[in-house]
């Protein structure tokens, strides 16, 4: 057996529930192996009482309900499990797993907040404020906890230590309705007799410059506060408890500013040594000022805090053309610098950071407003060691001025990588390097990125949670690290700020006017991303939890939409970003936003009537159930012909049609698909899709049975493509296809991001289908193994912890054989299709093995010329299509006579000779060159 887990938090100090739900996991070499009964033993060590064991017959061991009393607030338990398996046999006892409830009611606190006693202009930079308080313990402590939070972000100190190692600790959320407290362990800081403890506040999130407009601030409230409430346990039972109130102490130090978007100014001389220490003179500090505030929002975090996860060091150091030194980490990263330096004393060191360089010099154009600047002031006593605390960065390069000589970057710079501290659980290989790098980009996207709230980008005046931007990615986020808890917590927010119509705002946290503007894709998170934490992880609590948020956003677009079922009014994003839209137009898709908002509409209300079905509410899964087919058939009626053809006849409208099921026969859905894979082949197979599209269209293409098209589309090189970016040395998913141009220099847009995460997801389809590792029951329960080989690529892998142990799916390719492997957790069966072979094969836990033919080769072809003849043309499937589809641009009348597959040209006809009888026919034989140009570039390539 491994540990018992709570929830899904790793560490389980602080729950903020008293029945947390149980999972484990079972280690067995045994073939098929299955549980049929769990025991479960529950110890309270300081209660006295004996132990007490359930033993329940079930095959349930992924978020098993609470079987015993609940907890009490402050209450610490252990629990242990064992099984018993499908052969009989009975498993050792589990290690014992501690969960202690945190406060779980306004009445569990005495504290208050408490802010520093003067006035200050929240509308610009302020020095962080520090407080203090020193008390007396009676004798040795057994066990003591603080519990703390802040309005602002918050370090604490006792007797000198730092408190955790969390960064930016509360975190965002929508503080006026959530606010999370955090739970330590102190018990090895406090000693006997006098002790001090203290806390730095700055104004994060919550009072700091947030938004896109580069003015706004305070959003949330005018005064920096702090709250703390630290229990001792006596070794003789007795307990004590110090909060905050208004006896603490407040004054200014060294950290002169502080800013998320614009960095931090460090000034050392100004340091208070020993501030958080007893005995520190405190004459000169002033006091604090205690703020009535609602203590029922207070709770629990539900996932892992943020905190410094690695560190890299410089890959290169130059001297920019301006004479400025330059220090290259090598990877776009999000975090901030470790200076190590020794000089005299006032002399100030300036970090910039940046995500590219353009002519040799960090550009900081895309950061727009944010200065991204931190500054040290040496206090001139040895070697000095400066980390920004409340602030960070997006950057690749950073630029230092006014280091002393013989400051020796190499050594004396670290980049400290910030985010939250996610369990990483999913990976990917294949015998493709690009294709690794472009798998390597959507991780390193994903990490900067997942720094407290799922932003769209880290480093410019923006660094939102934009609704659509995970809506999307949730797939792949749940993948790739376990995002359950951090995920959950953000729906509680989503949540949170709905309004009381069901609106569901494009960002979450709400802090940009307007935001609360219903819009298909975006507001559809609140349905999308609760059913993919169902599906990844088995969690029908999430359901439950967001079933009434889920419920509201559909009932809202049922309103707007009115009786005819077609979301056709009002704003929206659409195929955003879509790299056909004119400039400066980024909704402007080839795909129609009403046709997006009403497939969007429809797959919201199919997953409420699901989700109703799970959660046995029967009225309201009938009720959703018919919505949804209201939906489906006015979206037929009213964006698709009878054979299959979408009125945007643009990708991302066929690939939305395929992957909501909104076609209704064989027929139709072989039409769109055989028209979706033609024009991603008249294109080049270049990308032509923007946030709503792009992650769909693999998937789509496969399932029409067009994998080979997804390949060429999954493997082009030229921009726009997911390849573009890695050729160019992309080290993270860029916002937009050219964020870089070919030439080098930056895309002159003022939204240009290079770590922007959405269109990497399809990494999603790398691992269920190039890989052949996807979920075919929720958490992972039933597995699909289907890898589906292609693009030359002759090894796919992918591993993944799921909630039931273990799974791996891997295949080469040699020799006309397909080898596969995988491994099946315990307690889970899988569903195996193979290439080659007839049906489904069942097989249950375990290692396996298949080997089956298999043809992966290109059928040679004469060389595509507008002098080669129409049969040649037409046995070069890529080229007849470009041809039939600029004709039909040309000539739009003949569109049904080439859809129908009607006419023949005479044996001999050339290409060119068709084209002489066109009007425009120069026109048509130059454009029909040029994807002639393409189309072998794009072979050579491959």
């Not at 975006?522 to 889920?550: C, H, K, N």
């Not at 497939?599 to 109703?612: G, L, P």
Request: charged share 25%; proline share 6%; with cysteine.
């Amino acid at each position: 057996m491994t540990d018992v887990r709570f929830e899904h938090v790793r560490d389980a100090l602080g729950l903020g529930t008293g029945r947390p739900r149980l999972s484990w996991t079972t280690l067995t070499q045994a073939r098929d192996w299955t549980q049929t009964a769990y025991e479960i033993e529950l110890a309270v060590p300081d209660s006295g009482d004996p132990a007490v064991t359930v033993r329940v017959e079930s095959a349930d061991s992924v978020l098993v309900v609470w079987p015993f009393e609940p907890l009490p607030a402050r209450a610490r338990a252990a629990v242990r499990v064992r099984v018993t398996g499908s052969d009989g046999q009975v498993s050792p006892w589990s290690e014992p797993a501690t969960a202690e409830a945190g406060l779980l009611a306004p009445d569990d606190w005495s504290a208050v907040f408490v802010s520093p006693d003067w006035d200050e202009d929240p509308q610009s930079d302020q020095p962080c404020p520090f407080l203090r308080h020193e008390f007396d313990l009676r004798g040795p402590v057994r066990s003591a906890r603080l519990y703390a939070t802040a309005l602002g972000v918050y370090e604490a100190e006792i007797n000198g230590t730092r408190v955790g190692d969390e960064v930016l600790a509360p975190g965002w959320t929508a503080y006026d309705k959530r606010l999370r407290y955090q739970t330590y362990d102190i018990t090895a800081l406090l000693r006997p007799g006098r002790n001090a403890v203290g806390a730095i506040l700055a104004d994060g999130w919550f009072r700091g410059r947030i938004g896109f407009d580069g003015k706004t601030r305070a959003i949330y409230g005018d005064r920096l506060a702090f709250l703390a409430q630290l229990e001792v346990t006596y070794e003789d039972g007795t307990t004590d408890r110090v909060t905050t109130d208004d006896s603490w102490r407040a004054a200014t130090g060294p950290i002169v500013s502080s800013g998320l978007y614009d960095g931090e100014a460090y000034e050392a001389p100004l340091e208070r040594s020993g501030w958080s220490e007893p005995g520190h003179d405190s004459s000169g500090w002033r006091g604090v000022r205690a703020l009535e505030r609602d203590l029922s929002v207070l709770v629990a975090p539900e996932g892992p805090p943020a905190r410094g996860v690695e560190e890299l060091v410089p890959v290169a150091v130059t001297t920019s053309p301006s004479g400025r030194t330059v220090i290259d980490f090598g990877q776009n990263l999000v975090g901030r610098l470790r200076l190590t330096v020794s000089g005299e004393a006032g002399r100030r060191i300036t970090l910039r950071h940046a995500e590219v360089l353009e002519d040799g010099e960090l550009c900081t154009r895309p950061l727009r407003t944010a200065a991204a600047t931190d500054t040290y002031t040496l206090r001139g006593e040895g070697v000095e060691v400066f980390e920004p605390r409340f602030t960070f960065h997006g950057f690749r390069y950073a630029e230092i001025t006014g280091a002393p000589d013989g400051f020796d970057p190499a050594t004396a710079l670290r980049a400290v990588v910030l985010h939250s501290d996610l369990t990483r659980t999913g990976h990917f290989a294949c015998s493709d390097d690009l294709v690794n790098r472009l798998h390597e980009n959507v991780v390193w996207g994903m990490r900067g990125n997942f720094l407290d709230v799922p932003t769209d980008c880290p480093q410019r005046d923006e660094r939102l949670g934009w609704t659509g931007d995970i809506q999307v990615f949730s797939p792949t986020a749940s993948f790739l690290y376990d995002s359950a808890g951090f995920l959950g917590s953000w729906l509680a927010d989503l949540a949170a700020e709905q309004g009381e119509n069901g609106v569901v705002p494009f960002v979450v946290p709400k802090v940009v006017p307007g935001a609360d503007t219903p819009t298909a894709a975006w507001g559809d998170a609140a349905t999308v991303v609760p059913w993919v934490l169902f599906e990844r992880y088995g969690d029908t609590g999430i359901l439950a939890a967001q079933y009434d948020s889920m419920r509201r956003w559909v009932d809202h677009v049922a309103s707007v939409a009115g009786q005819d079922r077609l979301w056709d009014r009002g704003f929206q994003f659409g195929d955003w970003l879509d790299p056909t839209a004119p400039a400066g137009r980024p909704d402007a898709a080839a795909t129609a936003g009403e046709l997006v908002a009403t497939a969007y509409f429809f797959r919201s209300a199919d997953i409420v009537a699901r989700s109703a079905g799970i959660l046995g509410r029967a009225d309201d899964a009938e009720h959703y159930r018919a919505l949804a087919d209201e939906i489906r058939a006015a979206f037929q009626a009213e964006y698709v012909t009878g054979a299959g053809r979408m009125m945007s006849d643009a990708p991302t409208g066929y690939a939305l049609a395929l992957c909501f099921d909104l076609l209704d026969s064989d027929a139709q859905r072989a039409h769109a698909g055989d028209r979706l894979a033609r024009l991603v082949r008249a294109g080049g197979h270049k990308i032509a899709t923007g946030f709503v599209g792009t992650p769909l269209i693999c998937d789509a293409l496969t399932r029409a049975g067009h994998a080979d098209t997804a390949y060429r589309l999954l493997l082009q090189k030229e921009c726009p493509s997911w390849l573009y970016p890695v050729t160019m040395g992309a080290t993270t998913i860029w916002e937009r296809w050219d964020s870089l141009l070919p030439d080098g220099t930056v895309n002159p847009s003022g939204m240009t991001s290079f770590n922007h995460y959405a269109l990497g997801a399809v990494a999603d389809w790398l691992h269920r289908t190039v890989a052949g590792l996807a979920p075919a029951g929720p958490g992972y329960r039933r597995l699909r193994i289907e890898p589906r080989p292609g693009g030359g690529l002759t090894h796919a892998e992918a591993r993944l912890e799921t909630p039931y142990g273990p799974a791996e799916v891997s295949w080469t390719l040699s020799g006309g054989q397909l080898v596969v492997e995988s491994l099946v957790p315990p307690n889970t069966t899988a569903d195996v299709v193979l290439p080659s072979s007839d049906g489904t094969v069942e097989v249950g836990s375990g290692r396996h093995t298949w080997t089956v033919p298999y043809t992966d080769s290109p059928t040679a072809q004469a060389p595509l010329s507008v002098d080669m003849t129409m049969d040649e043309l037409m046995g070069h499937e890529d080229a007849a299509l470009a041809f039939k589809d600029m004709l039909i641009t040309y000539i739009p009348e003949t569109a049904d006579f080439i859809e129908s597959g009607s006419g023949s040209a005479p044996v001999g006809t050339t290409v060119r000779s068709i084209a002489a009888m066109l009007p425009n026919g120069e026109n048509f034989l130059a454009d029909l060159e040029e994807r002639f140009t393409a189309l072998t570039s794009d072979a050579e390539n491959r």
